[in-house]
């Protein structure tokens, strides 16, 4: 009985003080009849990271065209980045890569925007993640 108690505090205290990939996410809004999630595979980006991972998920089967843009808060307003990425899928993205090589240090976010066109036009509406930093 007393290694099973020791044997079960040494998995808790694993669990509860594993460092966790801490990612930041949208939550889940509805746009044009779809209910999307968008998120990053972390919270702020060191000068090691090499990218910021993105993914979206849905609810249901029909199909979303969405373009992911990076945006950086500049003098408190929030500023679309030169790069882009366009797709379309049913349940989730493949993870969507933008390296951190090509942008400069600051408070980032991305915005996903939904169209209702293959050939993304007929904007639905936006989808944004909280904040998160890059450092350099």
């Given at each position: 009985?007393?290694?099973?108690l ?10 509860l003080?594993a ?9 889940y809004?509805?746009?044009g ?6 998120s ?13 991972d ?10 979303v065209?969405?373009r ?5 808060k500049v003098?408190?307003?929030?500023k679309?980045?030169?790069?882009s990425l366009v797709?379309s899928?049913?349940?989730a993205t493949?993870?969507?890569e ?7 240090a600051?408070?980032?976010?991305i ?9 993304w036009?007929?904007?639905k ?6 904040s998160?930093?890059?450092?350099k």
């Open positions: 009985m007393k290694k099973l020791i044997t079960l505090t040494i998995i808790i205290a694993a669990v003080y460092p966790s990939a801490a990612a930041v996410t949208s939550g809004k509805t746009i009849g779809h209910t999307i999630s968008v990053t595979d972390a919270n702020s980006y060191t000068p090691k990271a090499k990218s910021i993105v993914t979206a998920r849905k609810t249901g089967n029909e199909t065209y969405y992911f843009t990076l945006q950086k003098s408190g307003k929030w679309d980045q030169r790069f797709g899928f049913k349940n493949p993870a969507k933008f390296y951190t090589v090509n942008h400069t600051g408070t980032h976010r915005k996903m925007t939904i169209y209702k066109y293959k050939n036009t007929g904007v509406g936006h989808i944004y993640t909280p998160f930093e890059v450092r």
